[in-house]
């Protein structure tokens, strides 16, 4: 009995609350929330109850009319899923250390200068597990190369715990023993924290990748956009893969997840192997 009043009471979300939800997440972030509904309920419901509003009208009203931006960057917060860990889709990392980085040394010899993107980097195992192949990766010429790493997400909420770089010890247990030694020390019994050295290889911004202008002033050789684009529609994804076209140096690679593709007919990209793909 107990159970069927709990369920009665809980706030419903009618189906035009529900598109109105999809279509602001999609217009502000791309993200394609129509098949989702239950991941919304689940999310979002037990919240706004708590936070006082009586329907999803209400809290949908306060979310808009809020001028500060905060009510909608802990709605993205709330409805984005950030699952990641370190060496995620090793194949890439492989790669990158045994074929985008000989390429790259070889071609920027005379700058010295590697620009590498990480875009919807969660929770920031990504680049620094980039960090941490480039480092080992060039050894004690690492100091005359600038390898800094922009690493970007919508959610301010896993920019601070990648920003913090605090893991648990379970959550490295499977790197290899050299990195844990030299890129992680000790933070309590249960976690460790990125070494300063490395955190200092890696830059964190909040960053909308359905932002019209991209501001950067100098083109990416490497952009790793990973099991991002699977929450975009076609036309979004094909918006974007362009964009990253353009925003990537000739020869620079582009890196996307294993579950996502590219339709050839629409890129300009060259394919390379699974989810990776090279600009002519």
């Given amino acids: 009995m107990s159970n069927n009043r709990l369920v009665k009471n809980m706030m419903p979300i009618t189906e035009k609350e529900f598109n109105q939800l999809v279509n602001l997440?999609?217009?502000?972030?791309?993200?394609?929330?129509?098949?989702?509904?239950?991941?919304?309920?689940?999310?979002?419901?037990?919240?706004?109850?708590?936070?006082?509003?009586?329907?999803?009208?209400?809290?949908l009203e306060f979310v808009l009319s809020d001028k500060t931006g905060s009510a909608l960057t802990t709605l993205i917060n709330k409805l984005t899923t950030n699952h990641?860990?370190?060496?995620?889709?090793?194949?890439?990392?492989?790669?990158?250390?045994?074929?985008?980085?000989?390429?790259?040394e070889a071609a920027e010899s005379a700058k010295k200068d590697l620009r590498i993107w990480s875009a919807g980097c969660s929770t920031g195992e990504e680049p620094y597990t980039i960090a941490m192949i480039i480092d080992e990766y060039f050894g004690t010429e690492k100091g005359l190369w600038d390898t800094i790493i922009l690493a970007t997400d919508i959610s301010t909420k896993v920019l601070e715990t990648a920003f913090n770089g605090i893991y648990s010890n379970e959550g490295i247990e499977a790197l290899p023993q050299k990195w844990k030694r030299d890129y992680f020390i000790k933070f309590n019994e249960e976690n460790s924290s990125i070494a300063d050295k490395l955190k200092k290889e890696v830059v964190f911004k909040k960053f909308n990748l359905m932002q019209e202008f991209f501001p950067f002033r100098n083109r990416f050789h490497v952009i790793f956009c990973r099991n991002v684009m699977i929450y975009f529609d076609l036309k979004t994804r094909i918006d974007l893969v362009n964009k990253f076209y353009d925003l990537l140096e000739p020869g620079g690679y582009l890196f996307i997840g294993h579950s996502e593709s590219l339709i050839r007919e629409e890129t300009k990209f060259k394919y390379i192997l699974p989810a990776v793909y090279r600009k002519g």
């Avoid at 989702?36 to 936070?51: D, F, T």
């Avoid at 090793?90 to 790669?95: A, D, G, L, T």
């Fill in 84 to 104: 990641t860990y370190f060496m995620r889709e090793p194949e890439h990392f492989n790669f990158f250390r045994n074929t985008v980085l000989p390429y790259l």
């Fill in 25 to 59: 997440i999609k217009t502000k972030y791309g993200v394609n929330l129509s098949n989702k509904k239950a991941l919304v309920i689940g999310r979002l419901q037990n919240y706004a109850e708590q936070s006082g509003f009586k329907s999803f009208s209400e809290y």
